[in-house]
C-alpha cells in the first residue's frame, strides 16, 4: 500500500469517525422508529430528580432535572412528553467532551438545547428548536454535557454561552 493511499484511507477513516461521533450520539435515537404523535410512546419520568443551577447576567435560577447517563435514557430523553414544567429539565451526562447533535425525533414540545463543556461552561444553546425537527441542532464546539430546557427559558433567564452550570457531576469552580 502506497504512503498516498495510506494516508487517503487514514483520512476516509478519520472523516467517517467525525461522522459517526457527529451523529451516533445516544441522544439521536437513531434507532427509534418514528411515532404518531397521538400514540407516542416515551420513557417514563427519570427520577429521582436532581439540582442543577445556572449562574447568569440575570443571577442565580435553580432546576429539577432528570438525568439520562444510561444509552436507554438518552436515545429516548424527553420523547412524548406533553410538557415540560418551567424548573424542570433533562442533563444529559457523556463520557466525553465531542460535537453533538441533537434532533427532536418523537419529541412533541420545542425545547432549548443547553450544549455545556466538560468546564461546567455553556459552550452554546440551540434555542426554540421544533417540535419533531430532524434536521439535528448541533453544539458550537465540543460539549460534555447537554441541557434539554422548555422552549423559552434559556432567554427568560438571560442564559449565554460562557454562563457557569453547576450539577454533582460537573466540576466545581
Same mark, same amino acid.
Given at each position: 500500500?502506497? !504512503? +498516498?493511499? #495510506?494516508a487517503r484511507g487514514g483520512l476516509i477513516a478519520l472523516a467517517a469517525a467525525l461522522v459517526f461521533s457527529a451523529f451516533s450520539a445516544p441522544a439521536l435515537a437513531q434507532d427509534i422508529p418514528r411515532m404518531d404523535p397521538k400514540h407516542c410512546k416515551g420513557q417514563a419520568e427519570i427520577t429521582p430528580l436532581e439540582p442543577l443551577s445556572v449562574r447568569t447576567d440575570k443571577g442565580?435560577?435553580?432546576?429539577?432535572?432528570e !438525568? +439520562?447517563? #444510561?444509552?436507554?435514557?438518552?436515545?429516548?430523553?424527553?420523547?412524548?412528553?406533553?410538557?415540560l414544567a418551567p424548573d424542570r429539565g433533562m442533563l444529559f451526562l457523556f463520557g466525553a467532551e465531542t460535537p453533538r447533535v441533537f434532533w427532536m425525533r418523537n419529541t412533541l414540545i420545542p425545547l432549548d438545547i443547553v450544549y455545556i463543556g466538560a468546564n461546567g461552561r455553556v459552550v452554546s444553546i440551540s434555542r426554540n428548536v421544533r417540535p419533531l425537527d430532524e434536521s439535528g441542532a448541533p453544539s458550537a464546539g465540543p460539549a460534555r454535557y447537554?441541557?434539554?430546557?422548555?422552549?423559552?427559558?434559556?432567554?427568560?433567564?438571560?442564559l449565554l454561552p460562557g454562563d457557569r452550570v453547576t450539577h454533582r457531576a460537573m466540576p466545581r469552580g
Open positions: 500500500m502506497s !504512503i +498516498a493511499s #495510506t442565580v435560577k435553580t432546576f429539577r432535572v !438525568i +439520562a447517563d #444510561t444509552p436507554r435514557e438518552q436515545q429516548y430523553g424527553l420523547m412524548c412528553r406533553r410538557s447537554v441541557l434539554e430546557l422548555a422552549a423559552g427559558r434559556a432567554a427568560e433567564i438571560g
